[in-house]
DNA sequence: TATATTTGCGTAACTGATTACGTAATTTAT
DNA sequence: ATAAATTACGTAATCAGTTACGCAAATATA
């Protein structure tokens, strides 16, 4: 058992999994003792059978929460012994429905003496321990309902990975990256236009002076993504959202996230009020990242860009 | 989740394989999203390698708690993937000492961060737990070491047998009974002798009236076990305890115990201060349970049988 | 009304564990 | 010193479940 102490919790897999063949290797032993001629695997069928009448093989594996073509195999099994029948449904010619011989409903009076012992047993066991195992597996089922494991290590990685990205202001020293992090995209999926060259080749000229801004995220201290937030000369809008671009290296590490989020936050702390993005909806995570942000759905604006095939707005206030 | 609520917690076996399936069931992923080269079923291995150096295969086996060669195959496979070298202790041939390779070492640095998130996630989720899991667990583990779950049903079926038995002094109905119990396992392992016909024949003027008793158990109102104390003309003993018959409907049901201690009492209301029998080494369960009650053997009494081989009394007082 | 999709379920293959068994090495007993 | 028992561990068979797949029936859609 020390083993599992010194894992941690990581080890509550193959613990409980220890805990279950524990609880379940006598069970054959127990049916013996009662002399009822039963496999401990065929019981949840079984009772779903006692309590409600007919079923159908999906039914029952609904009810039993197995896999259809296990519990077929434990119908048949049981069938052997006489202690189901089956029929097709005359009304849907797919359907077993599956019900309690005769056999079977006898055996369903002699086992009731032993569920109330082992019932008894376990409510001895419960008594005697002080945690609730039984309201315990309950909770993790819901929780776990809610949200499974996976999503929930997902999130976590993306906490500890967000504390290793850092948000720092564009210098010179990072115009080589934040041009070839964009050509790299770019170039990927459409082709490299007229505008584009302008803003990457001259950022400062380009974007800062007109009065924009450049951040560039650092993964470890290696900048790995950055993003533009461009000065736009109209009614509506105080800034397009533009030259955002992530290295696939840095792919999962919430980096994107964190760094959209930072040039919303300069853009609001400049007193901008509405910001402006273009992009395609062939750039699924971009699209979704975009929503994530609180981006809605426009239309009507010109565009210089061929690739362009939705517009997006976020009010800042 | 319905199903469990109704079958009681009998089902806790089901239902504690279908969490464990929960938990375990994103493990692979996991591994992937860390980019880990690794199977789930390799880690308890994995990990008891970390910790302790080097080791054999069925030191990995106690501390993991799996079967030898469960973690036969998982050390096979691990070493195609070369995580783990193996070699022949010297000093004892038989032993294939097992530790974790280069490569091995270099993986469970990578893993570490992932450890991390997934006991954070786990953390999480007890958080929002009002019962405690892996504490219960921890208990479940203890009380079953103790007492398995055979046991505790064994006895529960036990408890419940014993308030279907009723014992009731002798009658002259019982006479029939009384005699055809005892002819049945005397004739299975010995030769009826010529004090048995005496006693069986005429319980009445051979025990009773000469100032013995004998008891009758009823198992769910049908005469099932008897016992007949019978008064000694001797200067240590008050009651031989004889003629004790079970018949092999009632095996398992505790009617030998009720039966005996009933007759134990009964010499103990009549004031006797020691009760003496005599048995056979070969009807274990019945000196098992003179043994419970508290008979010790003793020698150099003169019989009238031929099958006795062992003499025992009880100090009533 | 024809066609595509969905549903029910049986068979087959796989999986992660077990028990059973055999062999070789070591230890214990005679 | 030899025989008997125990131990280490690999292979094979088994077990209780799963996923993958395919067929036939029913339902939805064009």
Redesign the interface.
Known sequence: ?N?FE???????????????D??????A??YK??HIDMQ?KW??VF??LV?GKEKTITELAK???HSHPSVSKIISEMLKKGYVKESKDKADGRRNVVSLSKKGVEISKEIK?Q????????????A??????????????F??EQK???R??????K??DSLKVEIVDYLPKYQEIFRSLNVEWISKYFTMEESDYKALDDPQGYILDQGGFILVALYEGEPLGVCALIKMDDDEYDFELAKMAVSPKAQ?KNVGFLLASAIVEKARSLGASKIYLESNTILKPAINLYHKLGFKKVAGKPTPYARCNIQMELVVK
């Not at 524990?22 to 069970?27: F, G, L, R, S």
């Not at 929930?152 to 990685?157: L, P, Y």
Request: negative net charge; without cysteine; aromatic residues 8%.
């Open positions: 058992m083993f010194e894992v941690g919790k990581v080890a509550i897999g193959s613990r409980l999994r220890m805990l279950t524990k609880v379940t290797e006598d069970a032993q127990i003792l009662y401990p019981f949840p009772y779903a309590q009810d039993i929460g003496d569920l109330i012992d082992v019932n008894a047993a376990i409510e001895e066991i419960s005697q321990a002080q945690h609730k195992l039984w309201e315990a597996i309950g909770e993790w089922e929780l776990l499974n494991l996976l929930r290590v997902i999130e976590k990685k906490e500890r999962g």
